[in-house]
């Protein structure tokens, strides 16, 4: 059993920066491809980044593309999510999510997920 927890959301100004943090249990984290989706007030819930389990493909949804990044520390058993030009449409809650041996596309079948980190832009 993996658990995942988020933190570093909040609120920031449109233009502006964060990073989020999920700290992963287990002594298994690099073997386990990361992702990060999130889900806005009445829509659904959307891939936004993944990282192949061996660290070296990332993924990204287009509209985030050249402004987020997704890295991992497996010494720390930490994935982040580096969210640069925060946009209003960025306001969400965002979930980290790990699948064993996996791809970290959006199609992959993620088998553990945190339980979110409210991050609201404003104008």
């Known amino acids: 059993q993996v658990q995942l927890v988020e933190s570093g959301g909040g609120l920031v100004q449109a233009g502006g920066s964060l990073r989020l943090s999920c700290a992963a249990s287990?002594?298994?984290?690099?073997?386990?491809?990361m992702a990060w989706f999130r889900q806005a007030p009445g829509k659904e819930r959307e891939f936004v980044a993944g990282m192949h389990w061996r660290g070296v493909l990332t993924y990204y949804e287009d509209s985030v593309k050249g402004r987020f990044t997704i890295s991992r520390d497996n010494a720390k058993n930490t994935v982040y999510l580096q969210m640069n030009s925060l946009k209003l449409e960025d306001t969400a809650v965002y979930y980290c999510?790990?699948?064993?041996w996996g791809s970290g596309l959006p199609s992959d079948d993620y088998e553990y997920w945190g339980q979110g980190t409210q991050v609201t832009v404003s104008s």
């Open positions: 287990g002594r298994t984290f690099s073997t386990y491809a």
């Open positions: 999510v790990a699948n064993p």
